[in-house]
């Protein structure tokens, strides 16, 4: 079969799933290589699959890999960025923001070079996919793949509809006097079944169900959670012959205040689950309240320890303002707990900024970049970075002679002292350098391998939290910056990935 041919049966193959025949080298070896295997077909497949494409010749290895360890020119896109993302893998290399295009996968080449593997690194979520092979990529003797690139679709079905025990937890064992039992499942109708299967309380689920007992337990049965009227036998727990008596005790009798300027987070520790709620109060009788459950298991019977921990975020505070917090906590038994009232202040309003780029390749040119969010100026004096040694190390290594001040909307390097800004041409004029006392940042400088998690902090007293570098981010070729997803907001998680080689250092991504 000539090389013409099999490109134009090639679709129809891969769609029947068929093993494609290697390529008919008749004519002096001068065909062009093709798509010969995909595994698995086109089609339907778990969300944990993992997708191979196998070529008809030895590729050209530096076509299949960028420099991030990743590949740029067999990918796979979510149906609906499936046109932009065929169109980026066409020119190399991809741009911060093509690459979010891109469903974040590992690349593996087979040793003959015939064969390259794509392991997403989540499983996927349910819908559509593209698997795409561009149309740039060469064999070992320089010939370009037939055709104009290739797409196969792929379909990840949503899993079928499931209930499960919150508390107590599958498996476990609860006290006899239990009153609530609390599930979830995204549809359906929930029910809990005795040990005869009889329904002893059931209720239409949207997500968190409370499922309200109308007695108490049999001790020594069994119980069972169900679905739709089907019984979930991985769902079951039993009642133990003792019964809870006490309410919730708070360890210490108080909560851990984390402060900031408008908001704090109660560290919140436990005997025994329970439904939290944070109530702060200001001088003018002003309540603010905030919600939360903490989950454990607990040992049913017997001594009980400290073992349920969780917090609770209360936002809308005013900065530099006194305030008084009370914790209550209701378990599923009708206990409840009230602690005392404990005082605290919050502080004077901080920045918002984020750390939006990393660069951790080579003595001279590691810099953390700051973005500056607004609405107001950041005073670059007070900050500093947090590693895990614990050690608060100023972002200036020395005062200086006038503020030194970031504008909203601004970015700003802090470097060690050995930062030679030479290594980067294209650095704005005027973008802040902010050299630290150290000759490398945070003392031993940023690893190449895995730079280590470490946050911005405003000195004072305290050292306040503004923004983190999670650490365990991806790992990138030499030269090249991890940067930020900047769309997300900065006291939020955010996904980290392998940026341009050089960086963009006071430059958007």
């Not at 006392?437 to 400088?445: D, M, N």
Request: aromatic fraction near 4%.
């Amino acid at each position: 079969m000539t090389s013409a041919r099999l490109a134009a049966v090639l679709p129809a193959l891969l769609a029947c799933g068929a093993r494609l025949p290697a390529p008919d080298l008749g004519d002096g070896g001068t065909s062009q290589p093709t798509v010969s295997e995909l595994d698995p077909e086109p089609g339907v497949v778990a969300a944990t699959a993992r997708f191979t494409v196998r070529f008809s010749a030895a590729m050209d290895e530096g076509q299949l890999l960028a420099a991030s360890g990743r590949s740029e020119s067999v990918a796979l896109a979510a149906e609906a960025d499936a046109e932009r993302a065929a169109a980026a893998l066409e020119h190399a290399p991809l741009s911060a923001h093509e690459r979010t295009l891109l469903v974040a996968a590992a690349a593996e080449v087979a040793s003959d070079r015939r064969a390259i593997s794509i392991s997403p690194d989540q499983p996927l979520s349910p819908g559509d996919y593209s698997l795409l092979v561009s149309a740039r990529l060469k064999d070992e003797s320089g010939r370009k793949l037939s055709g104009n690139g290739r797409r196969f679709g792929f379909h990840v079905a949503a899993p079928p509809p499931t209930a499960r025990l919150v508390t107590p937890p599958p498996g476990g064992e609860v006290p006899w006097n239990l009153g609530v039992v609390r599930a979830f499942a995204e549809a359906g109708r929930v029910a809990l079944l005795g040990p005869k299967g009889e329904e002893l309380a059931s209720a239409d689920a949207h997500g968190a169900v409370a499922l309200t007992l109308p007695g108490p337990l049999g001790a020594g049965s069994d119980y069972v959670l169900a679905l739709g009227g089907v019984a979930l036998p991985e769902q079951t727990f039993t009642a133990a012959s003792c019964a809870r008596t006490a309410a919730p005790a708070l360890q210490g009798g108080a909560a851990q205040i984390s402060v900031r300027d408008t908001g704090i987070t109660a560290q919140v520790v436990l005997d025994w689950p329970a439904e939290v709620e944070a109530t702060v109060e200001d001088a003018r009788g002003t309540v603010i309240t905030a919600q939360a459950q903490i989950l454990c298991a607990p040992p049913p019977c017997g001594p009980q320890s400290f073992a349920c921990a969780g917090a609770v975020r209360i936002e809308g505070l005013q900065p530099a303002s006194d305030y008084t917090l009370r914790i209550a906590a209701r378990d599923d038994f009708g206990f409840t707990l009230r602690s005392a009232a404990q005082p605290f202040g919050t502080l004077a309003s901080l920045p918002k900024a984020m750390i939006s780029e990393v660069m951790a390749s080579g003595i001279d040119g590691e810099y953390v970049e700051i973005f500056n969010l607004g609405p107001g100026a950041a005073d670059l004096e007070t900050l500093a970075l947090l590693g895990a040694d614990g050690i608060v190390r100023p972002l200036l290594g020395g005062a200086a002679p006038l503020p030194v001040v970031l504008a909203p909307g601004a970015r700003a390097l802090a470097v060690g002292a050995s930062f030679d800004a030479g290594l980067y041409p294209e650095l704005p004029p005027g973008t802040p350098i902010l050299r630290a006392a150290t000759q490398r940042l945070l003392g031993r400088g940023l690893s190449d391998d895995a730079p280590p998690p470490f946050t911005l902090v405003a000195r004072g007293e305290t050292a306040v939290a503004i923004a983190d570098f999670p650490g365990a981010a991806p790992r990138c070729g030499a030269g090249i910056s991890l940067q930020r997803d900047e769309a997300v907001a900065a006291d939020s998680p955010a996904a980290w990935i392998c940026g341009r080689t050089g960086g963009t250092p006071g430059r958007p991504p």
